[in-house]
T-cell receptor, first 111, second 115 residues
Framework: GDSVTQMEGPVTLSEEAFLTINCTYT??????LFWYVQYPGEGLQLLLK?????DKGSNKGFEATYRKETTSFHLEKGSVQVSDSAVYFC??????????FGQGTELSVKP | DAGVIQSPRHEVTEMGQEVTLRCKPI?????LFWYRQTMMRGLELLIY????????DSGMPEDRFSAKMPNASFSTLKIQPSEPRDSAVYFC?????????????FGQGTRLTVV
């Protein structure tokens, strides 16, 4: 079945460092891909999305490109801030409407 | 819009008791999802509804769990009897489309502790 695999955390970075969180997926056809963010004590919020191959989703300085050839959707940010500390989830949706999540990657940004 | 509203935010109950979690989706959304989040298992989809009809309940762990959606603005997740291993954060989410939706909006979650 469909699945999402993320790099394991926690990831600890200094402020203004470059961030990459890897995400790969397994799915037949052409799923839509998402990154969600969860701040402590809160629900998940959509960060960005891409619905077809080569699309780039972007929001709040974060970017991810839908790579069909490598079945990947890696999250990047050029300069992280302390306020970016959170758990990040990669997800996909496919036929039938189920939203399937990766295991989440905790990011901690130190001043 | 107030977003997806879940109640209660926190619930502490004794093993064997019945627990009911409630969810009000965003008005106009016709898909609703129940997720469970634990450290060990991450985020698991328990069940989802389209237009108030359960579409996939394969994630419901066992018969102790049941979910209903009597109308478009309300859903419940019930655990009877509850067990300590049910302790988790339960999220409800809704989406504006049925098949092939593009994103889901999550509530704040209900933190359940079964002692």
């Amino acid at each position: 079945g469909d699945s999402v695999t993320q790099m394991e955390g926690p990831v600890t970075l200094s402020e203004e460092a470059f961030l990459t969180i890897n995400c790969t997926y397994t799915a037949t056809g052409y799923p839509s891909l998402f990154w969600y963010v969860q701040y402590p004590g809160e629900g998940l919020q959509l960060l960005l999305k891409a619905t077809k191959a080569d699309d780039k989703g972007s929001n709040k300085g974060f970017e991810a490109t839908y790579r069909k050839e490598t079945t990947s959707f890696h999250l990047e940010k050029g300069s992280v801030q302390v306020s970016d500390s959170a758990v990040y989830f990669c997800a996909l949706t496919h036929q039938g409407g189920k939203l399937i999540f990766g295991q989440g990657t905790e990011l901690s940004v130190k001043p | 819009d107030a977003g997806v509203i879940q109640s209660p935010r926190h619930e502490v109950t004794e093993m064997g008791q019945e627990v009911t979690l409630r969810c009000k989706p965003i008005s106009g959304h016709n898909s609703l999802f129940w997720y469970r989040q634990t450290m060990m298992r991450g985020l698991e989809l328990l069940i989802y509804f389209n237009n108030n009809v359960p579409i996939d309940d394969s994630g419901m762990p066992e018969d102790r769990f049941s979910a209903k959606m009597p109308n478009a603005s309300f859903s419940t997740l019930k655990i009877q009897p509850s067990e300590p291993r049910d302790s988790a954060v339960y999220f409800c989410a809704s989406s504006p489309r049925g098949q092939g939706y593009t994103e889901a909006f999550f509530g704040q979650g209900t933190r359940l502790t079964v002692v």
